[in-house]
């Protein structure tokens, strides 16, 4: 995901870095175009991925709404530990 933040990739370029079978990375792709992640498209044998960051923003903005309420709930609960002491 890090990789695809900066600009498209094919898969053996995705790859290159892992200690990885093609078809190991090209699974682990199919996961995450079903979370609607990445986008790929084909061309001849070349496969290339892109990010589509839509639902990274959602999921993102669905953790924003709680990240207060837990916040302050392990902060309360911290202090109540530090009180017990």
């Known amino acids: 995901m890090a990789r695809l933040a900066?600009?498209?990739a094919t898969i053996s370029e995705l790859a290159a870095p892992f200690d990885m079978s093609?078809?190991?990375v090209s699974?682990?792709?199919r996961v995450l175009e079903r979370a609607?992640?990445?986008v790929r498209t084909v061309q001849g044998r070349v496969h290339n991925c892109a990010l589509d960051a839509e639902h990274l923003r959602d999921a993102a903005e669905w953790l924003d709404r709680y990240r207060t309420f837990w916040d302050d709930t392990l902060a309360a609960l911290a202090e109540f530990a530090e009180n017990q002491k």
């Open 6 to 8: 900066k600009s498209p």
């Open 22 to 24: 093609l078809p190991a």
């Open 27 to 29: 699974k682990h792709i």
């Open 36 to 38: 609607g992640l990445v």
